[in-house]
């Protein structure tokens, strides 16, 4: 195929140098060989500028996606894995948190046994016993009063100054990350004792000393034997003490009264007036920021031991322990930063709450989660039931108490399942777990403390994701230690998104970075196109330029070359024509050492040859014309003496022929007579 398209390339031009002379076919081989190829590299340069435009620029908009892709990934990298450090670290925290709280909450009902058994060494009687309660006190933290703001829709706290103060370090070597925390608002302070009462029981249960440190007991001595005798008419510890021995301790579940609320939540005039129903907040249980004017929860938990006389047992000392110590270990903890707060807040998700043994609430922010027992019955109140077990309650028609001893427990807990809405309505919000089938947390708390232990999960409840912990409280004394969960179990709700917020604020932070640098990216990215559009522009004219400029120069190189390669061939032809018309001693001038100076130089040695070749020539003619003037003298000087004798024997031939001669003589006069003609001829001829 190249040598047809060579060939039909050949067919063309070739006719047309035809006609040129060397000068035109000089310059048209020069611009062929020079200008055609400088113009296709010209396009050729120009339509891979052009691709290379094209490419660029779509390799910029693919690298533009692909960076904003890639910083969209590494932010959501980042978050990711700053949501999942935190996550990590906030978990061991509060699962920390929760077992030093659940450990602490141990020790100090330790500390009960050990108060318990000094407390048999003592001689029964009222003063001893004051004596003995009078240092047994423990700090309890109230909050400031609370009101209710103007519009009615929010519990407010009252106006306090707040402490501004700060700590700067003093000395430089301490600046980095030096940080200063206020004092913990430690909220009103009141030094309670730890008893609400202290008894010394005969044998036949009947209270001989009794010493209280509360109104809410009785001061008077009763049988304690008979049930209605008893806290709430619920406590049946008389059966259990004459089962005890020297050293035994006996120690009972949580006793109180439960108190109802008649919603969950805010309680607040806005609130009661959409659900239609009275506002007084005092009448409802309390529920901290909820409800900072509510009744609170009033329950204790009873120690009892033999008190022994020579081995013989005389009678049984209690000590009846102001439950609201215990709710102290969890009702001030805040699982985040905050860490401590006079006034629980249950709507924030961030809270720790306690249960016992069987899974029931015993300490709560919202008072009217804690189980509690019916005053006017001794009965378990109802606790909050899922409807599904509400409807089989109701179809036994027995009391819940009858009821509860057959019912499955932790039953196919699952948060598709719905409350009880008849019992939120009466305010039976207590939460037993074994039976609050709609919070399968409950079910999870007690799996994981099923062999003691701690540990968390996270669970989307009361709309918001939250991490809960559980830890179980290790008291293993009396009953309590036929329960790998001892005393019960600590458990710390935490809003996901609070502990998450540091990492949220990141991830906004970098998403404001991501749109900016992608709207950066974005103008520098037009800013690159329209740059590399005006270049390749830029680049086509100067390039086009160029290339015209360089045909054009190429064009005036090859006029002047060719023009300098016909001179010295003209001035050559104007020298072997002035060799021609004789001019022999001219010679061609030779200049540099190029092949058109050795042509001249050929040319030259070559006239000097032919000029010798001429002079000997001449001299050599001259020489002939003399030789042949001399010749010629001499041959006619020859052929008169020659002719002479010839014609005479010419002459003498035939005279004599006309003589009678023999034949022989005759015949040698012929030959003689012949030759002598011929000679004559030849002669004529020289």
Request: charged share 25%.
């Amino acid at each position: 195929m190249k040598n047809s398209f060579f060939s039909g390339l050949g067919k063309f031009f070739f006719p047309i140098l035809r006609h040129l002379g060397i000068r035109g076919k000089l310059i048209t081989i020069f611009l062929l060989i020079k200008v055609i190829p400088l113009i296709l590299l010209a396009w050729l340069a120009m339509a891979e500028i052009g691709g290379l435009g094209e490419k660029v620029g779509q390799q910029s908009t693919e690298l533009l996606a692909e960076t904003q892709k890639l910083v969209v990934q590494i932010g959501d990298l980042a978050s990711e894995n700053s949501i999942a450090a935190l996550d990590l670290k906030s978990r061991e925290s509060i699962e920390r948190l929760t077992s030093i709280t659940a450990q602490a909450v141990a020790d100090f009902l330790y500390e009960r046994d050990e108060d318990i058994l000094r407390a048999t060494q003592l001689e029964p009687g009222c003063k001893k016993f004051t004596d003995f309660l009078e240092f047994r006190r423990r700090p309890v933290v109230y909050h400031e009063p609370w009101q209710l703001n103007s519009e009615g829709d929010a519990w407010v706290a009252s106006e306090k100054a707040v402490d501004q103060s700060s700590v700067w370090p003093e000395n430089c070597d301490n600046r980095k990350a030096f940080h200063y925390r206020s004092p913990e608002s430690t909220g009103l302070v009141e030094d309670k004792p730890l008893y609400l009462e202290m008894t010394f029981v005969g044998l036949n249960g009947q209270e001989k000393y009794k010493v209280t440190t509360s109104k809410l007991l009785p001061k008077d001595l009763r049988n304690i034997a008979e049930k209605e005798n008893t806290w709430c008419r619920a406590e049946t510890y008389f059966a259990q003490l004459k089962k005890l021995k020297a050293g035994d301790i006996y120690v009972s579940e949580v006793i109180g009264a439960y108190l109802p609320a008649p919603l969950i939540g805010h309680y607040t005039k806005t609130r009661c007036l959409q659900k239609g129903i009275p506002f007084a907040p005092e009448e409802s249980a309390y529920a901290g920021k909820e409800n900072p004017l509510g009744r609170r929860f009033q329950g204790l938990v009873r120690w009892a031991a033999p008190v022994v006389k020579e081995e013989r047992v005389i009678g049984y000392v209690t000590l009846a322990l102001d439950h609201t110590h215990i709710m102290e270990f969890t009702d001030h903890l805040v699982p985040t930063e905050e860490r401590f707060s006079p006034i629980s807040d249950a709507a924030s998700g961030n809270y720790a709450f306690m249960w016992d043994y069987l899974g029931r609430n015993i300490s709560h922010p919202r008072d009217y989660f804690i189980v509690g027992y019916d005053p006017d019955t001794g009965q378990p109140a109802t606790p909050w039931l899922d409807q599904e077990t509400y409807d089989d309650w109701q179809a036994s028609g027995l009391p819940f108490a009858e009821f509860q001893k057959t019912a499955p427990v932790f039953h196919q807990q699952s948060l598709e399942k719905k409350p009880a809405l008849p019992l939120i309505k009466a305010g039976s919000l207590g939460l037993d777990g074994r039976y609050l089938n709609f919070a399968p947390q409950c079910s999870g708390w007690h799996n994981l403390t099923r062999h003691g232990g701690s540990g968390s999960f996270v669970i989307y409840w009361s709309n918001l994701w939250k991490l809960t912990t559980a830890a179980a409280i290790p008291y293993y004394t009396g009953f309590y230690r036929e329960s790998p969960r001892g005393f019960g179990y600590v458990t710390i709700g935490a809003n996901v998104h609070e502990f998450h917020r540091s990492a949220n604020e990141t991830a906004a932070q970098l998403k404001s970075i991501e749109k900016d640098y992608e709207v950066r990216l974005g103008r520098k990215s037009r800013e690159t196109r329209n740059f590399l559009a005006a270049s390749l522009k830029e680049t086509v004219s100067n390039l086009t330029l160029a290339t015209f400029v360089m045909i054009v120069l190429v064009i005036f190189i090859a006029v002047w070359m060719a023009s300098l390669l016909t001179a010295r061939i003209t001035t050559m032809i104007n020298g072997i024509k002035r060799f021609q018309e004789g001019d022999l001693q001219y010679r061609l001038v030779v200049k540099g050492e190029d092949e058109m100076a050795g042509l001249a130089r050929a040319y030259n040695e070559m006239s000097g040859a032919l000029g010798e070749s001429f002079d000997e020539l001449h001299k050599a003619r001259l020489k002939a014309e003399e030789s042949d003037r001399i010749k010629s003298l001499f041959l006619a000087n020859m052929s008169h003496e020659i002719r002479t004798p010839l014609n005479g024997i010419m002459g003498l031939s035939s005279l004599l022929l006309k003589t009678e001669l023999n034949q022989d003589q005759k015949k040698h006069l012929k030959t003689l007579k012949v030759s002598a003609d011929s000679l004559l001829v030849v002669i004529d001829d020289i």
